[in-house]
């Protein structure tokens, strides 16, 4: 079977990055029409072979399509490309994300959801969560370092921080916002931020930490606190410079031109 699955560029993959990268490499393809409603998935061996992942990465893959409502798995048979999901049942795609004000929505909706998250994830994180946590961190500050794209190792701290709660609707979730937002922002707000790149990345750096010494010192309250700091800075960024401007589209580059550069630039921040 051909294979329609977009390339993908040259880069340093991490494990924990992959399965992101394969979620985000096949609901393209099926939102874009590649993979039509009712048409089966290539098996997994050889989506292994396309994207050089391991089973378990691919398994977990399909499972988050599954989440998303896109494909459905029959047991013995294969995976398909579900129809599209009729109006009026949940949805949130990169369409619903024409102006800074949509994205302060779903902003609003992500601030309720982590501070929870993050609360629980002091009560129930185990030592390898931790550890995943502190590679995420150390992702960061490497990114920080290396003059390096920050958003991946940014949603991944977020993820991990969605996986210590022991209940896997919150990554699920966490997923599914991740894959229909961050990918598709390719302005760098570091960059533009008031106080440089430098000074912006080790704040959010610093907030990151302050989420994960309490959530390490099994502190709930402490770590909800937190979160909710970090994400509200993010929600005043954006409520600053919102007059309704466009958020660039899908598949611009840091050198496309866009409307209100301090308005749109704040929203490529991940809005983590």
Do not use: C, W
């Not at 378990?56 to 399509?65: A, D, G, I, P």
């Not at 466009?246 to 409307?259: A, E, F, R, S």
């Amino acid at each position: 079977m051909t294979l329609p699955f977009q390339e993908q560029p040259l880069r340093t993959r991490r494990p924990r990055g992959l399965v992101g990268e394969v979620v985000e490499n096949l609901a393209t393809s099926i939102r874009e029409g590649h993979l039509q409603p009712g048409e089966k998935l290539p098996t997994e061996a050889e989506i292994m072979t396309r994207f050089d992942v391991s089973r378990t990465v691919v398994r977990e893959s399909l499972s988050k399509l599954q989440a998303s409502g896109l494909v459905e798995t029959r047991h013995g048979i294969g995976t398909f490309v579900l129809p599209p999901q009729e109006t009026g049942n949940f949805r949130i795609t990169a369409e619903n994300f024409a102006t800074v004000a949509d994205v302060i929505a779903v902003l609003e909706l992500r601030i309720s959801l982590e501070t929870e998250a993050a609360g629980l994830a002091a009560q129930r994180r185990t030592p390898e969560n931790l550890q995943a946590m502190e590679s995420a961190l150390q992702a960061f500050q490497d990114s920080i370092s290396l003059d390096s794209d920050a958003v991946p190792p940014d949603f991944q701290f977020h993820m991990e921080v969605a996986r210590s709660t022991g209940n896997r609707h919150f990554a699920d979730l966490m997923t599914y916002l991740g894959t229909m937002i961050i990918p598709r922002t390719r302005v760098n707000t570091a960059h533009s931020a008031p106080e440089g790149r430098l000074n912006y990345l080790q704040r959010v750096n610093g907030e990151h930490e302050s989420i994960y010494n309490a959530i390490r010192d099994q502190d709930a309250e402490a770590a909800r606190a937190a979160m909710r700091t970090h994400l509200s800075n993010s929600l005043e960024r954006l409520r600053r410079g919102n007059n309704a401007h466009t958020v660039q589209p899908p598949g611009d580059t840091v050198d496309t031109p866009v409307p209100s550069p301090e308005a749109v630039n704040t929203v490529a921040e991940r809005i983590n």
